[in-house]
T-cell receptor, first 113, second 112 residues
Framework: ETGVTQSPTHLIKTRGQQVTLRCSSQ?????VSWYQQALGQGPQFIFQ???????GRGNFPPRFSGLQFPNYSSELNVNALELDDSALYLC????????????FGQGTRLTVV | KNEVEQSPQNLTAQEGEFITINCSYS?????LHWLQQHPGGGIVSLFM???GKKKHGRLIATINIQEKHSSLHITASHPRDSAVYIC??????????????FGKGTHLIIQP
């Protein structure tokens, strides 16, 4: 048990809709990273939040956005959903310092139909 | 951009066999992670290393920084070790602004 919890665990949305995924980070961790894992692929980095600000971003369009709250929990928002957005979305929390070990949540399985 | 390659992609072995999974990357890194993913999705961090060797139970991870290569070994493999094993690297100076770059994973099946 890593202490990182994600909700919901599964979600079905229709193309064009918007979705919000949530992540509660491990206690004391001020950094949250989000990843998208398509079926049969390794996870791809979406973005990272550190102390409520975006601190790095992968190759994802602006319709992928996020927030980090003062308690370091985080949201991933995806607008104008496309079929290819169907994937497992993982969040990982870590301390932004020399100890960069990341602790992963169980993921949210998003299906866009 | 770092390219992470894992081999083999799929591995089936008998219980008790010694297992080796390899990972190579193209650009210098600050840390390398070995992760385990079971069906259903959740990822568990097995090791984080930046040099040398680490051991935890039946698992051993090594890294050669000069050769940009790491290996994960499983001794006395057991069916419960069946999972996808993923190598991931963090590039740059370690400030944390870069996310992890992942390999595609090695799908390991240990048969009784």
């Amino acid at each position: 048990e890593t202490g990182v919890t994600q909700s919901p665990t599964h979600l079905i949305k229709t193309r064009g809709q918007q979705v919000t995924l949530r992540c509660s980070s491990q206690s004391g961790h001020n950094t949250v990273s989000w990843y998208q894992q398509a079926l049969g692929q390794g996870p791809q980095f979406i973005f990272q939040y550190y102390r409520e600000e975006e601190n790095g971003r992968g190759n994802f369009p602006p319709r992928f956005s996020g927030l980090q709250f003062p308690n370091y929990s985080s949201e991933l928002n995806v607008n104008a959903l496309e079929l290819d957005d169907s994937a497992l979305y993982l969040c990982a929390s870590s301390l932004n310092g020399p100890d960069l070990e990341a602790f992963f949540g169980q993921g949210t399985r998003l299906t866009v139909v | 951009k770092n390219e992470v390659e894992q081999s083999p992609q799929n591995l089936t072995a008998q219980e008790g066999e010694f297992i080796t999974i390899n990972c190579s990357y193209s650009v210098g890194i600050s840390a390398l992670h070995w992760l385990q993913q079971h069906p259903g999705g959740g990822i568990v961090s097995l090791f984080m290393l930046s040099s040398g060797k680490k051991k935890h139970g039946r698992l051993i991870a090594t890294i050669n920084i000069q050769e940009k290569h790491s290996s994960l070994h499983i001794t006395a493999s057991h069916p419960r070790d069946s999972a996808v094993y993923i190598c991931a690297v963090r590039s740059g100076s370690g400030g944390g602004a870069d996310g992890l770059t992942f390999g595609k994973g090695t799908h390991l099946i240990i048969q009784p």
